[in-house]
């Protein structure tokens, strides 16, 4: 470990058992190679060499509680603060109690007072934007994760870039695609920015090269399975050269379970957005085609130098956005 952090024995020793003062810089380094080399201590190390660096301390609001993959984001959040080898971080993480937008308002709006800063997933309303708005005149920053909202007042965006998005699940529609006919899309609701630009990347690619192929109106699914899954069964039953369907928000696990019902795995492309148990399953399983997932554990990186950045230095005159690259996910990934 002294090798690794360029350190005397004696130095590494200092910082576990605490027996003398060790400038900070040292104790970080030590801090870095107990995790590089996977020292059972490293925990406790990390937590000395940081004793005396302010802890910053970020709210997170998220929605559907009991979702995998919201889950799996908090974990994700809660492991890069845990590793994080320059910082102290305290995370408060709320769950929106429904998809209203005064659900996620009151929400955001509850961190007041609370936190440094805050990041959320959400909606693009005005409720929602007077609470980011309340909280930036108070001094605190918000970041809009995965969906943009409040765009010009919040802090800024992190996420993939979803018109990017939209346009990539086009270009592999139109690839594997196993026979000409319609093809379907389900967005969440009128008010994630995030489906609009999936939405318009996806329609925007046809057009251009391919507009032979026709659409079916936009279907909203409230990002439920069960209104995909009945919808998913009544275009089927109504549109038999019903050729492709992408899922550009949530509610996917309703159209997977319709296409294995109707035995329709590999005869409908599916397309669906982000990497759970149940997507994982329908790729293992012939009825999904591609998962275009987020990365998560880069995302949650990102956030908290973006967080720690604001904070040491202030919030930005002209909010911005930083992207991450969506992960292309066939059966053949897994």
């Keep these: 470990m002294a090798k690794a952090a360029g350190v005397s024995v004696a130095t590494v ?55 995998a993959f919201y889950q799996d984001f908090a974990a994700r959040i809660q492991e890069a603060a845990r590793q994080d080898p320059l910082r102290r971080w305290r995370l408060t993480i709320r769950f929106s109690p429904g998809q209203s937008p005064a659900d996620f308002a009151e929400t955001i709006a509850g961190m007041a007072g609370k936190v440094q800063a805050v990041a959320a997933t959400g909606i693009d309303h005005h409720d929602v934007t007077s609470a ?11 970041f809009s994760l995965l969906s943009d909202f409040a765009a010009g007042v919040r802090e800024a965006y992190l996420g993939t870039n979803n018109l990017k998005t939209g346009r990539t699940a086009a270009w592999l529609m139109h690839r594997i695609m196993r026979r000409p006919g319609k093809l379907a ?7 994630f920015h995030g489906h609009d630009l ?57 159209a997977i379970a319709a296409i294995q019902e109707l035995h329709l795995g590999g005869k409908v492309a599916l397309i669906v957005n982000e990497l759970t148990p149940e997507s994982r399953q329908g790729l293992m399983q012939g009825i999904v085609s591609v998962v275009l997932a987020t990365p998560l554990q880069p995302l949650a990186a990102d956030l908290l130098s973006a967080v720690a950045h604001v904070l040491e230095h202030g919030m930005a005159e002209n909010p911005g956005q930083r992207f991450v690259t969506s992960l292309v996910v066939t059966p053949e990934s897994l």
């Design 13 to 67: 020793d200092r910082v576990l058992n605490g027996r003398a003062r060790v400038r900070e810089k040292t104790a970080r380094k030590v801090s870095e190679a107990a995790e590089a080399v996977g020292y059972h201590a490293a925990p406790a190390i990390r937590a000395r060499a940081l004793a005396h660096v302010p802890e910053l301390h970020l709210g997170i609001v998220l929605q559907k509680e009991r979702h």
């Design 132 to 142: 980011v708005a309340m909280l930036r005149g108070r001094g605190v920053p918000v």
């Design 185 to 191: 899309l389900f967005i969440g609701g009128h008010r």
């Design 198 to 254: 999936r939405e318009a990347g996806f329609r925007s690619y046809f057009r251009e090269y391919a507009p032979e192929i026709a659409f079916l109106d936009t279907m909203i699914n409230l990002e439920t399975r069960q209104l995909t899954y009945e919808t998913t069964l009544e275009i089927a039953a109504r549109h038999p050269d019903l050729a492709g369907i992408y899922c550009a928000g949530g509610g996917m696990e309703g």
